[in-house]
């Protein structure tokens, strides 16, 4: 008996001093698993508080993009555009990307700053990629700066005292320094043997004219940029900022300037351009006719898509996915009960008058209140498909009368993060038939809510990441989620007119021609007419507007690559949690983590989904 009793006691001692030891054991464990979480805390927050600090010293390169972001502390200055400050913004950025590597270590990170790091090392990348190719880009033509810095006055420069006045006027001096430093670029291009096509001479000139026609270059009405100049002066005069004397002698050294520096910069642009568009060609060619142009399309689609795919890979998607939507169309068709062919479907729907607005004030004033009526409807909708929502305001407006083209693409401009300037669906509106009204509901769930200017104000107010992740932007993933935002506007329950789904439909297709287009153009070499062919045979789109839409992609090869391209990564890593989810999939919860992080490229956000159906799964 006593020897039981000594073995029982032996052994629950033994047990306890195990169970002290485990004890021990886990609490050492509890401690170091403690200890590296603070580190980890730390040295995150550390290298967040870094690449703030780096980006702000990025942004200082562009005191343009600053005022687009609602900062004023460079308000009077103008960017350094040259090549040489090219060069010296890449040596930053590869000066930045090597301090990170020495003074921080990625392991160390938490998940969002991991994150950020592989980001802030990608733009490193990008850039490096695109180098080579710095004068393969036409500086002048669709969106050059004979137009933009107009744009950039007339809608970013806000005027709230004398001083933002002061610096109005200092950027009209600095216009001629800014606007040059982008003609010797396209000299340097030119003696590369690049030249744009002919329409983006003849655009440039265009528009270069058309900034300057009226007062007070002229004895014509005021131009657009002195209607915005003595505008902003009233404004300031009414509100008592200044007095008379002051707003006489803005006004005076404002005509001074645009006078003796912006006209003479623009008139010397539009010189240079119509003597040597004498020696350019009236039949465009792909980037293919530029030197080592097969490597520089290469690179654009890197760039563009963020994905390893080539040429004819994306040229076989988009035939693959034209086949597709045409046969949704074809239901369409007989739905409403056409009769004939589909393309004898499209030209109808090109040409019968209901659905488009009359050329008209009245008519164009119809077209921006249904866009706002349709984009209020989808606003009530969206808690039932995101958790996170946009604070900041959106507006619809007209194209400024300067850089408005027929069948011009539709944008958006983003708002300032504060909300003190909403942001912008733009719209082409000088000929109405490049407007249809068929397309506009697809068109505002695109460029508006919940396309762009959810996405984008979403990324913009969000906390606890990088300042410079609240900016950056991916083509693919940017417009890849406008067109996924298009589709998603059907499963909530809008497109209830057939001709609205066949709008939306248009839409898709279009995005999908774009495919083919693109690398036709700059890959299989075709020309201008058969781009166009091709887009009027295989969707409903006006041709103004398919007209428009192909020089577009001639002027820059690969963007319009990145919608299908974007929106197809979305569908395909939606799909996949759904499979992998089931029952627990949640529609609020995927889309907010599509859009919860800021702009992504394509790979990293499919491993962004994967973590996060990991995390539902467990």
């Known amino acids: 008996m006593r020897a039981l009793l000594f073995v029982l006691i032996t052994a629950l001692v033994s047990c306890g001093d195990n169970n002290a030891g485990n004890?021990?054991?886990?609490?050492?464990?509890?401690?170091?698993?403690?200890?590296?979480?603070?580190?980890?805390?730390?040295?995150s927050q550390r290298f967040i508080q870094w690449l703030d600090e780096e980006y702000a010293e990025e942004v200082d390169f562009s005191p343009l993009l600053k005022t687009r972001q609602g900062d004023k502390s460079a308000h009077g200055e103008l960017d350094d555009v040259s090549e040489a400050a090219l060069d010296t913004r890449l040596e930053w950025r590869r000066a930045s990307v090597a301090e990170m590597r020495s003074s921080f270590d990625r392991g160390q990170l938490d998940k969002q700053g991991q994150l950020s790091w592989d980001l802030w090392?990608?733009?490193?990348?990008?850039?490096?990629?695109?180098?080579?190719?710095?004068?393969?880009?036409?500086?002048?033509?669709?969106?050059?700066?004979?137009?933009?810095?107009?744009?950039?006055?007339?809608?970013?420069?806000?005027?709230?005292?004398?001083?933002?006045?002061?610096?109005?006027?200092?950027?009209?001096?600095?216009?001629?320094?800014?606007?040059?430093?982008?003609?010797?670029?396209?000299?340097?291009?030119?003696a590369d043997g690049i030249r744009p096509p002919h329409f983006d001479y003849q655009r440039a000139i265009s528009e270069a004219r058309r900034v300057t026609a009226g007062a007070p270059f002229d004895d014509q009405e005021d131009s657009a940029l002195w209607t915005d100049i003595t505008a902003k002066i009233a404004s300031l005069l009414e509100s008592?900022?200044?007095?008379?004397?002051?707003?006489?002698?803005?006004?005076?050294?404002?005509?001074?300037?645009?006078?003796?520096?912006?006209?003479?910069?623009?008139?010397?642009?539009?010189?240079w351009l119509e003597a040597d568009f004498e020696n350019v060609s009236d039949i465009a060619k792909g980037v293919w006719s530029l030197p080592n142009g097969e490597a520089?399309?290469?690179?654009?689609?890197?760039?563009?898509?963020?994905?390893?795919?080539?040429?004819?890979?994306?040229?076989?998607?988009?035939?693959?996915?034209?086949?597709?939507?045409?046969?949704?169309?074809e239901q369409i068709k007989r739905q409403v009960g056409f009769e004939g062919a589909l393309q004898d479907f499209f030209t109808y729907m090109r040409e019968d008058d209901q659905f488009y607005f009359p050329s008209t004030d009245e008519g164009r004033s119809n077209y921006l209140s249904l866009a706002d009526d349709l984009l209020a409807d989808m606003v009530e909708q969206l808690p039932n498909y995101f958790g996170i929502l946009p604070k900041a305001g959106?507006?619809?407006?007209?194209?400024?009368?300067?850089?408005?083209?027929?069948?011009?693409?539709?944008?958006?401009?983003?708002?300032?993060?504060?909300?003190?300037?909403?942001?912008?669906?733009?719209?082409?509106?000088?000929?109405?038939?490049?407007?249809?009204?068929?397309?506009?509901?697809n068109l505002a769930y695109h460029e508006g809510v919940p396309g762009h200017h959810m996405q984008i104000s979403i990324q913009q107010e969000l906390e606890n990441i990088p300042r410079f992740r609240t900016a950056k932007g991916y083509t693919a993933f940017s417009e890849g989620w406008g067109l996924y935002a298009e589709y998603l506007g059907k499963e909530m329950g809008f497109y209830?007119?057939?001709?609205?789904?066949?709008?939306?439909?248009?839409?898709?297709?279009?995005?999908?021609?774009?495919?083919?287009?693109?690398?036709?153009?700059?890959?299989?070499?075709?020309?201008?007419?058969?781009?166009?062919?091709?887009?009027?045979h295989n969707s409903a789109r006006p041709e103004p507007s398919v007209r428009s839409e192909i020089r577009r992609y001639f002027n820059n090869p690969g963007q319009a690559t990145a919608y299908k391209i974007g929106m197809l990564k979305i569908q395909e890593v939606r799909a996949t949690a759904e499979t992998k989810l089931g029952d627990d999939f949640d529609i609020r919860d995927f889309h907010d983590t599509v859009i919860g992080s800021g702009q992504l490229p394509m790979a990293v956000l499919e491993a962004e989904v994967d973590s996060w159906i990991e995390s539902v799964r467990n």
């Open 23 to 43: 004890s021990n054991s886990q609490q050492n464990e509890a401690n170091s698993l403690a200890a590296v979480e603070q580190v980890t805390a730390r040295e």
């Open 121 to 190: 090392e990608y733009t490193l990348i990008d850039a490096q990629r695109s180098k080579p190719f710095r004068r393969h880009r036409y500086i002048f033509g669709r969106n050059g700066p004979q137009s933009t810095l107009a744009n950039n006055l007339i809608n970013y420069q806000d005027v709230d005292d004398a001083s933002d006045m002061t610096d109005y006027i200092s950027r009209l001096n600095q216009s001629q320094r800014y606007l040059l430093q982008y003609l010797d670029r396209a000299k340097l291009a030119l």
């Open 240 to 271: 008592g900022e200044i007095d008379q004397s002051q707003a006489d002698l803005f006004s005076d050294e404002s005509r001074g300037a645009l006078l003796t520096r912006f006209k003479p910069a623009l008139d010397e642009i539009v010189d």
């Open 296 to 329: 520089y399309y290469n690179s654009r689609l890197a760039s563009m898509t963020t994905l390893p795919l080539t040429a004819d890979e994306i040229h076989e998607i988009g035939i693959s996915e034209v086949a597709r939507i045409q046969a949704q169309m």
């Open 394 to 441: 959106l507006q619809v407006r007209r194209v400024e009368a300067f850089r408005e083209s027929a069948g011009g693409a539709a944008h958006y401009a983003r708002g300032t993060k504060d909300g003190s300037r909403p942001g912008t669906f733009y719209v082409h509106l000088i000929d109405m038939r490049a407007a249809s009204i068929f397309r506009l509901e």
């Open 496 to 536: 209830n007119d057939p001709y609205a789904e066949f709008g939306r439909l248009s839409g898709e297709i279009w995005r999908a021609v774009r495919l083919v287009v693109d690398t036709g153009i700059h890959a299989e070499q075709w020309t201008q007419e058969q781009a166009v062919d091709y887009a009027l």
